[in-house]
Nanobody, 121 residues
């Protein structure tokens, strides 16, 4: 059983940056692909980025060049660096873990509780 805890969310002005962290425990972190998803008010949860077990990455077109996913296996942590934030990036951000990298949320077995990111204009 893998437990995931996100942190780093908060209120930021448009154009600012935040780095989200997701700490994992209860499993062998390096054997999991890690994904970030987000859910804005009134919208469905959507894919943001994923990093595979070998470090390969994929980002949603909406955040490509703006967000960067990375992982530190020594710290059992995955990060999401978010730059040039816009009000439309406001959402609850979730990390998730699965054996295989996927953009489809229903593939993921383990989820964190989410962290709120609010971008003011």
């Amino acid at each position: 059983q893998v437990q995931l805890v996100e942190s780093g969310g908060g209120l930021v002005q448009a154009g600012g940056s935040l780095r989200l962290s997701c700490a994992a425990s209860g499993g062998t972190f390096s054997s999991y692909a890690m994904g970030w998803f987000r859910q804005a008010p009134g919208k469905e949860r959507e894919f943001v980025a994923v990093i595979g077990r070998t470090g390969s990455t994929s980002h949603a077109d909406s955040v490509k060049g703006q967000f960067i996913i990375s992982r530190d296996n020594a710290k059992n942590t995955v990060y999401l660096q978010m730059n040039s934030l816009k009000p439309e990036d406001t959402a609850v951000y979730y990390c998730a873990a699965d054996r295989y990298a996927s953009r489809w949320q229903y593939e993921y077995d383990y989820w964190g509780q989410g962290t709120q990111v609010t971008v003011s204009s």
